[in-house]
């Protein structure tokens, strides 16, 4: 079993920074992408920003400049730095991994954290 652990989050004003990070435990063998999300109140769930494996990134287009995706291949964890932050970046935010278990027969399983509350206002 995998967990995805997240941390961060909380209330800032506009243009202020926040930095989240998530931990993966568990079986784990190796992870390939890893990603965060956010759903704003009676919204889809979005993805803010990806990162793969090997360090190759993309974002969602309004977070472009603001925000940076990063990872610790070694610890297993994700982090998101966002500056800049603006009231319509208010969501909670979740971490997501794509997972290859160390247990046999190897599976590779989407694995979702908890998902942590973000709000932007002054």
């Known amino acids: 079993q995998v967990q995805l652990v997240e941390s961060g989050g909380g209330l800032v004003q506009p243009g202020g920074s926040l930095r989240f990070s998530c931990a993966a435990s568990?079986?784990?063998?190796?992870?390939?992408?890893m990603a965060w999300y956010r759903q704003a109140p009676g919204k889809q769930r979005e993805l803010v920003a990806g990162?793969?494996?090997?360090?190759?990134?993309n974002y969602l287009d309004p977070v472009k400049g603001r925000f940076t995706i990063s990872r610790d291949n070694a610890k297993n964890t994700v982090y998101l730095q966002m500056n800049s932050l603006k009231p319509e970046d208010t969501a909670v935010y979740y971490c997501?991994?794509?997972?290859?278990?160390?247990?046999?027969?190897?599976?590779?399983?989407?694995?979702w954290g908890q998902g942590t509350q973000v709000t932007v206002s002054s």
């Open positions: 997501n991994a794509d997972v290859t278990s160390n247990s046999w027969p190897r599976r590779t399983k989407n694995y």
């Open positions: 990162i793969t494996s090997g360090g190759i990134t």
């Open positions: 568990g079986s784990i063998f190796s992870i390939n992408t």
